[in-house]
């Protein structure tokens, strides 16, 4: 049997053994068990709508981080949910770009939103998925091309983790109301099981390098057709050197059989099932496993393929 018809099966065969209320839609329904197009209705405007906010913050050079020298001014998108409480706390996935991209590429600002954000305000609306807040930074570094040259942004999504958990989260969770108590490495810590970071292509391998260095800060990852290594027990270690187990995270990951980064995304999603020690394990409930992988027959490497994933990998964070 094929990888492709393998996964296949295991996700059917997941669908099936999944139990669902039977007298309401409820969110158990509404995991995302199989890839879901996103409804017609969902691509316009809801009744009830979130923000988005800019948010500047400063932070520093990307390839001369360590030493502080040059500080830089940077922006970041935030979603809040329709009727945002500041007295409330939230759940909170960071949200990142691919190449030929910037922070405004994925859920838009706000004259100019993209049918993602519609489609997130609709399931909020509805119900199926619980209010949180999303964030959308860049790696862009100097230059608001920088993701524009391959190599260039390979070095650049490697270093982000400093940015990500020195400036960006203190700057987004010192001013909105998430789990965490403060925005202290520990505080942050504390609060990791409430965030999550996902990402489509050059995002995706942003979100394998948060995974890499910030395992203490995010329990939740969505990496999207964009993949970091082909080495199993590289990976494996990366959680076993952190101190985590198996049960200390959970990796939604998506790619589509047209999408030229496919074979090399299920290339390294199956090493990881493969490698020694067993620490990732297919399965689409948490207190069995710690790794899903859905694909899409025929999607490409495209905006079309990158909200669909995002929808359906929102849809389950949280809410099943």
């Not at 504390?190 to 890499?212: N, P, Y």
Request: proline share 3%; charged share 20%.
């Amino acid at each position: 049997m094929s990888i492709k018809k393998a996964l296949l099966t295991l996700t059917i065969l997941s669908t099936c053994l999944a139990g669902c209320s039977s007298n309401q839609t409820s969110k158990q329904e509404n995991t995302a068990l199989e890839i879901q197009s996103i409804p017609e209705n969902y691509k316009s405007p809801a009744t009830h709508s979130g923000e988005l906010v800019q948010l500047d913050y400063t932070t520093y050079e990307s390839l001369s981080y360590e030493s502080h020298d040059k500080t830089l001014q940077k922006s970041a998108y935030v979603y809040l949910p329709y009727q945002y409480d500041p007295h409330q706390s939230y759940n909170i996935f960071y949200l990142m770009h691919g190449g030929w991209s910037n922070e405004t590429t994925v859920l838009g600002t706000s004259s100019q939103p993209t049918e993602l954000k519609y489609a997130i305000d609709h399931a909020i609306e509805d119900g199926l998925m619980d209010p949180l807040i999303i964030v959308c930074p860049t790696y862009n570094n100097e230059n608001p091309d920088d993701s524009d040259n391959y190599s260039l942004a390979l070095t650049l999504t490697d270093n982000y983790h400093n940015e990500l958990v020195n400036d960006l989260i203190p700057a987004v969770e010192g001013k909105y109301s998430t789990y965490a108590k403060d925005t202290t490495p520990e505080g942050l810590r504390q609060s990791r099981d409430h965030r999550g970071f996902g990402g489509f292509s050059m995002g995706s391998v942003a979100t394998w390098h948060t995974f890499e260095y910030c395992l203490d800060y995010f329990r939740y990852f969505m990496p999207m057709s964009g993949s970091l290594t082909s080495d199993g027990d590289y990976m494996t270690s990366i959680v076993e050197n952190a101190g985590y187990s198996w049960n200390d995270f959970f990796i939604f990951a998506f790619s589509g059989t047209d999408d030229f980064a496919y074979q090399s995304f299920t290339s390294q999603i199956e090493a990881m099932k493969n490698a020694d020690d067993n620490i990732f394990r297919f399965a689409n409930d948490e207190t069995k496993g710690n790794l899903n992988y859905l694909i899409k027959e025929g999607a490409s490497h495209d905006a079309k393929a990158s909200h669909e994933y995002t929808y359906n990998g929102l849809l389950w964070f949280w809410n099943h």
